[in-house]
């Protein structure tokens, strides 16, 4: 689920470190997601924990400049502030979305996105400047950070196909907003899905793309404002104070790179725990 709310942003801010070589972005964080659903979460430990916890309020965070910008951007600011209030507070306060809801919804958020490629790729572009460039191999990893934390699984059973199913359709729509916009359109706008629906010609669907934004950051954020709960306490308050300020004050960008290293080292982490097990047994 976390997916979708990622790609709202995080596609064009990959984009426009690593062009087209976005894709073997996605491919370089696959491969880490796969490895992320092979080692045992991080420990109780006070800096595990603490881990944890700053990579779901970055996710958070990230989720709500999405929401702000996508369905309000004339307050983006404000609705991003109040998005982390709301949702993320919820889900801390212990507001759970039954199982079968959250599937069902995962389903038709996974149809909407399909939905959104054909219609991309079946319309010629108007034209882009910009092809594929030699391999900037900085880009490439910065673009793999940047994805990471909406390709890890939530949740360990049959975790290898999630992530194997998660990365063919995050390809798939890096492919078509590359193939309709070019790289340097895609990455010059926080809200460049919305510009890949008005280049072909489907602005009819943008009230779908609005309703798309809302339930793919509302349901992300309530699961990590709990999860954070569980790994803080009521401590974990003070997280969402700052998730909110930072989503009020602070741009895109360094929100992504904080919640892509949380989650980089969330993994080393349980690499560790994995370690530390083997070596008792």
């Given at each position: 689920m976390r997916l979708?709310?990622?790609?709202?942003?995080?596609?064009a801010a990959a984009a426009a470190g690593a062009g087209w070589w976005l894709l073997g972005g996605l491919v370089l964080a696959a491969i880490a997601a796969s490895v992320a659903a092979r080692?045992?979460?991080?420990g109780d430990a006070l800096v595990d924990r603490g881990v944890v916890a700053v990579a779901r309020l970055a996710e958070v965070t990230v989720y709500a400049i999405a929401f702000g910008a996508y369905v309000f951007p004339a307050h983006?600011?404000?609705?991003?502030?109040?998005?982390v209030a709301v949702a993320a507070g919820a889900g801390f306060?212990?507001?759970?979305?039954?199982?079968?809801?959250?599937?069902?919804?995962?389903?038709?958020?996974?149809?909407?996105g399909l939905t959104l490629v054909v219609v991309c790729v079946a319309v010629t572009p108007v034209g882009t400047a910009d092809g594929l460039?030699?391999?900037?191999?900085?880009?490439?990893?910065?673009?793999?950070?940047?994805?990471?934390p909406f390709l890890r699984?939530?949740?360990?059973?049959?975790?290898?196909?999630?992530?194997?199913?998660?990365?063919a359709v995050a390809l798939l729509a890096?492919?078509?907003?590359?193939?309709q916009l070019g790289a340097v359109r895609l990455g010059l706008s926080l809200t460049s899905l919305r510009d890949l629906l008005s280049a072909a010609d489907a602005d009819a669907l943008q009230p779908l793309l609005t309703a798309f934004a809302v339930v793919a950051t509302v349901?992300?954020?309530?699961?990590?404002g709990a999860e954070t709960r569980t790994r803080t306490g009521v401590p974990g308050l003070a997280g969402l104070v700052v998730a909110a300020a930072a989503a009020y004050f602070l741009p895109l960008l360094p929100v992504l790179v904080l919640a892509g290293l949380a989650t980089v080292i969330e993994l080393l982490l349980g690499v560790r725990a994995r370690r530390y097990s083997e070596v008792r047994d």
């Open positions: 979708g709310g990622g790609l709202l942003v995080a596609l080692v045992p979460e991080p983006r600011e404000a609705a991003a502030a109040a998005f306060a212990g507001l759970k979305i039954p199982t079968i809801v959250v599937r069902i919804t995962a389903a038709l958020l996974l149809v909407a460039q030699p391999p900037d191999f900085a880009g490439v990893l910065v673009a793999a950070v940047l994805t990471l699984p939530a949740g360990r059973e049959n975790a290898g196909l999630r992530v194997l199913l998660l990365t890096a492919f078509a907003a590359l193939y349901v992300p954020a309530l699961a990590a």
